[in-house]
T-cell receptor, first 115, second 114 residues
């Protein structure tokens, strides 16, 4: 399968713990995006990478959140000192380019539950 | 700030019926619009992308139209099947340098009854 992959698929953690998610984009895609989706809502943008450079961040990305894409391939999203409000589906997407003809392709998501 | 609205929030139709899902957006300065399908607890599957200069796109039984000036898009599904049951999301990407994020609606939950 050459689609976007995310690990883990599910994560249950206690409030205050740190968690890290991984995203592997489609191999030739140089653009990578993170979104967060809560129940009954559409996904909300968190951050965007072009190769290894983080070029856009949402105000939703508080200082407890950090994302990296060290070699321009896979990306990690870390949440420190998790809160119950962080419970959501975290979605990763990638695209081949940034022009108007380029679709964003999404992975299966990581569902985070903070207890 | 771009806002995307999808109406209706839920729709139930008998198998075989043709149907239309609606999406509206407040800022007509967009690069493109994408329609996605999401099954319960799963990620998003891209269905169609319409560039700002295009009026419609077709894929199989799906046809999406775009009227940028009025801030509207529709997704037409022909001859609906139970396997079409899912939540359908539309998303727009704003025009302008340096903005790559998609802004999503809340989706329309479609149920196709056998």
């Amino acid at each position: 399968d050459t689609g976007v992959s995310q690990n883990p698929r599910h994560k249950i953690t206690k409030r205050g713990q740190n968690v890290t998610f991984r995203c592997d984009p489609i191999s030739e895609h140089n653009r990578l995006y993170w979104y967060r989706q809560t129940l009954g809502q559409g996904p909300e943008f968190l951050t965007y990478f072009q190769n290894e450079a983080q070029l856009e961040k949402s105000r939703l990305l508080s200082d407890r959140f950090s994302a990296e894409r060290p070699k321009g391939s896979f990306s990690t999203l870390e949440i420190q000192r998790t809160e119950q409000g962080d419970s959501a589906m975290y979605l990763c997407a990638s695209s081949l380019g940034g022009g108007e003809s380029y679709e964003q392709y999404f992975g299966p998501g990581t569902r985070l539950t903070v207890t | 700030k771009q806002e995307v609205t999808q109406i209706p929030a839920a729709l139930s139709v008998p198998e075989g019926e043709n149907l239309v899902l609606n999406c509206s957006f407040t800022d007509s300065a967009i690069y493109n619009l994408q329609w996605f399908r999401q099954d319960p607890g799963k990620g998003l599957t891209s269905l169609l992308l319409i560039q700002s200069s295009q009026r419609e796109q077709t894929s199989g039984r799906l046809n999406a139209s775009l009227d940028k000036s009025s801030g509207r898009s529709t997704l037409y599904i022909a001859a609906s099947q139970p396997g079409d049951s899912a939540t359908y999301l539309c998303a727009v990407r704003a025009a302008g340098a340096g903005s790559y994020q998609l802004t999503f609606g809340k989706g329309t939950k479609l149920s196709v009854i056998p």
